[in-house]
């Protein structure tokens, strides 16, 4: 019998690919830098930026400072416009995984979140439509770890008052985030809804045939 559902929570509830985008191309672009030497510094930041170490503004600030080109202006320039980018994320929330969580907590089921997710990103997740649908949620920001550490899954299953085989995971993958979960014993369900609408070199997660996939929001409900 399931009892709770912890969803992951870009690319699953939500895309980063619908709407305005804003990659490391983009804030290479606008900074001046080149977008190897870019994308090299800027991912050594992501931890820290995941887990609460960095700010998005201090991890803009630091990879400006390695590459040499640090100008308060540029950071404040790269922070104002991801939060453009995202408040157009959040502002497109599908009505479907609206309707999922909805229909999920009508039938009595928990709902949890896990999410690897910076500052500014946490923020957006808090105020957004969905957040009141979560029972329990673990933000890496917050949290200080992040998926696939087994401490958030554990923690969260405890607060919602699931075992691991009461449990569904649905995330796109990213992060090895299912296969902890799997590791756990629970359910774990691949979201492919939005796999088509990214593009190299973001695709967060391929296609992993050997975990059950839901194609449309609403298949999660098949899987209960």
């Known amino acids: 019998m399931t009892k709770a559902v912890i969803f992951d929570m870009f690319e699953t509830l939500v895309t980063l690919f619908e709407g305005k985008t804003y990659f490391g191309e983009d804030i290479a672009a606008d900074v001046g830098a080149d977008i190897t030497e870019f994308r090299k510094v800027w991912h050594s930041t992501e931890t820290d930026r995941s887990i609460g170490n960095l700010t998005i503004e201090e991890g803009i600030a630091k990879t400006l400072r390695i590459l040499g080109i640090y100008d308060e202006s540029k950071v404040k320039m790269v922070a104002e416009k991801r939060l453009d980018a995202l408040n157009d994320?959040?502002?497109?929330?599908?009505?479907e995984s609206e309707e999922l969580?909805?229909?999920?907590?009508?039938?009595?089921?928990?709902?949890g979140l896990i999410t690897n997710t910076f500052s500014d990103e946490r923020n957006l997740i808090r105020g957004c439509k969905l957040f009141p649908y979560f029972d329990a949620v673990r933000i890496s920001f917050e949290e200080g770890i992040c998926k696939p550490d087994h401490r958030l899954y554990l923690s969260i299953m405890e607060e919602l008052g699931a075992s691991p085989d009461e449990c569904i995971f649905v995330g796109d993958g990213g992060s090895k985030e299912l296969y902890a979960a799997r590791e756990l014993g629970m359910k774990a369900v691949q979201a492919t809804w939005f796999h088509e609408?990214?593009?190299?070199?973001?695709?967060p997660c391929p296609l992993l045939d050997e975990f059950p996939q839901g194609k449309r929001q609403l298949d999660i409900l098949n899987f209960l």
């Open 197 to 203: 609408l990214a593009f190299e070199p973001h695709i």
């Open 101 to 111: 969580l909805k229909q999920l907590h009508e039938r009595g089921i928990k709902i």
């Open 89 to 95: 994320t959040f502002a497109a929330i599908p009505d």
